[in-house]
């Protein structure tokens, strides 16, 4: 149900902080900060944690690495049932911002309660572990299944991203911008149903002395498909950049690799900000033309060129669907789904008046006509 994510430090985009730069996979979150690396891998951490208990739950099994910990697949042994748990890792417990971002996470998380969002259950602390506990979510991420099944077709392309906007657009009137969106924080279920996970970089809005902790150039986010104002500085980012993120995860998921997949994670970056996103329709010839045009649109360079809600996107991608016939076994949105069209104003009492007036009325002429005409 969850990534596992390596991070990758870049030198600093904000305040000239350098670190040493590793490259990872295409998936990878790009972390930059000025602290030292941490002593032990989260490999190492699931290795030393796994069959242990973190206060009632108990950690089955490692599941990997997401953003700034290990996951793990437990049992809440006080509930009975199947949860992730993720554990801040090695040394970076003991860092006071590390641990503001970590807490941030669960409190952006614990924002949010919807269909398409991987919901938080409990954070705690035991024997010097700090950790979150999620939701457990059956299925694979949209990397993984396109790299085992190969790309998406048209219809399922839509439909995830209906489903992924209709998140957004339910976090962001929370004043929650996720700011990592990519393929393997999407994990399709069984079922079908997309759930966004891992809010390890979300951030809440509007941004104050605690709640934005990029300040110090410690979060980016990934570099495949990072918006450009997002790598320039990530308090920059709002849910346009999250769009600009899902365009890039659309485009992967039809394409099978990210919109600039060639060259270091510099090179990507620098094509972020200064190249036109390659047309999908180029690579897919049977990408509709009007799809097309909103993946060039949602991976605009400006945010201002940009849809500037996710309701809008799910619009026009709703419109597309129907235009070409397609059938989306997603269902209809939750948070985007627009609301009735105002009507005439009604007043209830209204009714029963009207009925009292015509009944006098009737009864003065029926008493008019008994009397006759005067005399």
């Not at 009735?340 to 003065?364: D, E, K, Q, Y």
Request: aromatic share 4%; glycine share 10%; proline share 8%.
């Amino acid at each position: 149900m969850v990534p596992d994510d390596g991070s990758t430090s870049v030198p600093g985009s904000q305040g000239g902080s350098r670190a040493a730069v590793r490259e990872g996979r295409e998936d990878d979150t790009v972390i930059s900060a000025a602290v030292p690396a941490m002593p032990s891998s989260s490999a190492d951490i699931g290795r030393r944690l796994e069959g242990t208990m973190l206060g009632p739950y108990r950690l089955d099994a490692f599941v990997g690495g997401g953003g700034m910990g290990a996951v793990f697949k437990a049992l809440d042994t006080t509930l009975d049932r199947i949860v992730a748990v993720k554990v801040l890792a090695g040394r970076e417990a003991d860092d006071e911002e590390m641990l503001r971002r970590f807490r941030n996470e669960a409190q952006s998380a614990a924002r949010l309660d919807h269909d398409n969002i991987g919901r938080v259950h409990a954070v705690g602390s035991d024997a010097g572990w700090h950790y979150i506990v999620f939701e457990y979510i059956e299925g694979r991420n949209i990397r993984d299944i396109v790299r085992e099944d190969g790309p998406f077709d048209v219809a399922r392309t839509i439909d995830v991203a209906i489903q992924v906007a209709d998140a957004l657009e339910h976090a962001s009137g929370r004043d929650v911008v996720h700011r990592d969106i990519k393929p393997s924080n999407i994990v399709i279920t069984p079922a079908g149903r997309a759930r966004i996970v891992d809010m390890g970089l979300a951030r809440l809005e509007p941004p104050g002395a605690q709640a934005d902790l990029t300040s110090s150039g410690v979060t980016l986010g990934t570099f495949d498909y990072i918006a450009p104002e997002q790598a320039r500085d990530a308090r920059e980012a709002d849910v346009r950049s999250d769009l600009y993120s899902l365009g890039c995860t659309m485009f992967y998921m039809l394409a099978g690799r990210p919109p600039f997949a060639e060259g270091s994670m510099v090179q990507k970056l620098l094509r972020h900000q200064q190249q036109p996103a390659p047309a999908i329709d180029a690579v897919r010839p049977d990408v509709p033309r009007r799809l097309a045009a909103i993946l060039s649109r949602l991976m605009e360079k400006d945010p201002a060129d940009r849809h500037q809600r996710p309701a809008d996107l799910v619009a026009e991608l709703v419109a597309c669907a129907e235009a070409e016939g397609l059938d989306l076994a997603g269902g209809p949105p939750v948070a985007a789904a627009p609301a009735p069209a105002p009507g005439p104003a009604r007043s209830p009492w209204l009714v029963p008046v009207a009925v009292f007036l015509a009944l006098v009325i009737a009864l003065w002429i029926k008493a008019a006509l008994e009397r006759g005409p005067p005399g």
